[in-house]
């Protein structure tokens, strides 16, 4: 019985572990190779004229948490490039490094 309840507790942590981001976008010297995902069709146009005019190789990834939608970017991606898709991208993401002010 003991052994049915750690085999549940290792899936159920396996399964909240796993990286499931809500749209992937793979970008090889400016072309996009893959999408996954929910499409945000604004967004990925977007990204791919940025891609056009300045050529970069990386991944995209979009996470939703509780409380707002992430952007993650893969170490290939400059951070000129990050700022830019960040400009794009039609939803308010989270800086965890600005920490709300209280009056």
Known sequence: MIWYVL??????????LY???????????????GIKGSDYAG???????????????????VYRTRVNIKLAF???ISSQMRQRIHNVFPFPSSNNKQKKRRA
Request: charge should be positive.
């Open 7 to 16: 085999i549940a507790t290792l899936v159920i942590f396996g399964y909240l």
């Open 43 to 61: 967004f990925v146009k977007d990204c791919d004229a940025i891609a056009e005019k300045k050529p970069f190789s990386g991944v995209v990834r």
């Open 19 to 33: 990286d499931r981001p809500v749209l992937k976008l793979t970008y090889r010297d400016g072309q996009r190779v």
């Open 74 to 76: 893969s170490k290939g």
